[in-house]
């Protein structure tokens, strides 16, 4: 006769339906987070490779990142760069479009007959009875002028609160129209126009940026208003690490010769000494002292030809700094290019690793819900059938 143990059984049964309740809640967590397993070691053997792809991912998070944040920096750079170039554009059809005849100032022409001659009559132009310039020097000057604080505001262009253009020392302004640049201006026009220096001189003074060179009136950037830092050449570049290996240079500062070049021609255009640009006799009458002192010369054709010489300066600096600035745009845009193809395979390995991380820990949450529901009928036929069990007595078994 067989034994029958009901502790036995439902010691079993008991057993039976935690491992079942266990497997249930491991399949439920599973199917909530996706995960296999909360925890590294319910890996096995493939934890490894989780924690190696999932440290690579990080690293490269990292480098995206990086590239992201100075990828709107250059975006920004390239915008002012851009509208730079646009605005300098401008100018340079102002210059073009400026008729170098006549000495572009309203007023009659004042004449000069020698005494000393009675019996020739030379008719010397000097002079004008104005100093007031014509409507097509007025508006190159209205133009320069208006053009002179949105090149600055350019040169200043920011990324939130760090200036793009000014090298490492991104919280230093890089320009300021403190009125230096002015002030030189104005002294060098008339310097020049009373003959302290030649037209020679005054064009080697715009052209220098050193004292150094026997200019001692030239045009330093500290006078033009560039940012200590800047004007010392102790700025420092800007690079962004792209990955393990690489860094990419993407600086431009805004003290770099076209812009500087483009600034100075603005000053010059808009100095409120420029004009007039033939001396001035308001009566007429010459010899005698001008009521407005011109470009330097006795007659009216040499103060033209010098005023000229300074105009076709300034209008060579601004179309050789378009140039310029074409360039470095270019080179700015090849940095971009080259740090966006860099990002680019990151992702594609980022997506890589992050596809191995997923195979090694993801579950597929319809097998595991079908996994799920099978467990349900198996747990439900336990129970009933420990109900069962739980109902026989030792009556019903004879």
């Known amino acids: 006769m067989t034994g029958i143990s009901t502790l036995g059984q439902a010691l079993r049964q008991i057993e039976n339906i935690k491992k079942q309740q266990t497997t249930f809640s491991d399949l439920s967590t599973q199917l909530a987070t996706g995960k296999k397993t909360q925890n ?6 493939d934890a490894l490779s ?16 990086n590239i992201g944040k100075a990828d709107t920096r250059l975006k920004i750079m390239l ?17 073009i479009g400026f008729v170098q005849q006549g000495v572009h100032q309203q007023g009659d022409i004042v004449t000069y007959d020698d005494p000393s001659t009675p019996f020739v ?8 009875t104005s100093s007031k ?19 600055a505001e350019l040169l200043n262009a920011k990324d939130g609160d760090r200036f793009v253009l000014g090298g490492a020392e991104t919280l230093t302004q890089p320009f300021s129209n403190s009125g230096t640049l002015d002030a030189a201006v104005s002294t060098l026009i008339t310097s020049w126009k ?5 037209t020679d001189q005054l064009l080697a003074d715009i052209r220098d940026r050193s004292t150094a060179n026997g200019n001692p009136d030239a045009l330093t950037d500290s006078v033009v208003g560039y940012s200590a830092s800047l004007s010392a050449g102790n700025a420092g570049r800007v690079f962004v690490r792209v990955d393990e290996n690489s860094e990419l240079d993407y600086t431009v500062h805004a ?6 070049d483009v600034m100075v021609a603005l000053a010059f255009l808009k100095n409120e000494n420029l004009p007039p640009i033939a001396n001035t006799y308001e009566d007429g009458v010459f010899p005698g002292t001008p009521d407005a002192q011109g470009a330097p010369g006795f007659t009216l054709a040499q103060q033209q030809e010098n005023f000229y010489k300074l105009y076709n300066e300034l209008s060579r600096m601004v179309n050789r700094a378009l140039d310029e600035v074409n360039n470095i745009r270019f080179d700015v845009e090849a940095v971009r290019a080259s740090m966006n193809e860099t990002k680019n395979f990151h992702v594609d390995q980022k997506n890589l690793l992050t596809s191995i991380v997923s195979g090694i820990e993801d579950v597929d949450q319809n097998d595991v819900a079908l996994k799920i529901n099978t467990l349900q009928v198996q747990l439900e036929a336990t ?8 109902q026989l007595t030792l009556v019903n078994f004879i």
Do not use: H
């Open 255 to 260: 003290n770099q010769d076209p812009f500087r």
């Open 40 to 45: 590294f070691s319910g890996l096995g053997s």
């Open 79 to 95: 915008s002012s760069i851009e509208e730079f170039q646009k605005q300098g554009e401008n100018l340079s059809n102002g210059f």
């Open 133 to 151: 310039p014509d409507n097509e020097l007025q508006t190159l000057i209205n133009l320069a002028g208006n053009l002179f604080d949105r090149m």
């Open 50 to 65: 989780s924690i190696r792809s999932r440290s690579a991912v990080v690293t490269l998070d990292s480098y995206i990142s």
């Open 121 to 128: 009559n030379e008719e010397i132009q000097v002079g004008m």
């Open 194 to 198: 009373d003959g302290t220096i030649s």
């Open 383 to 390: 129970f009933r059938v420990t109900a069962l069990v739980s």
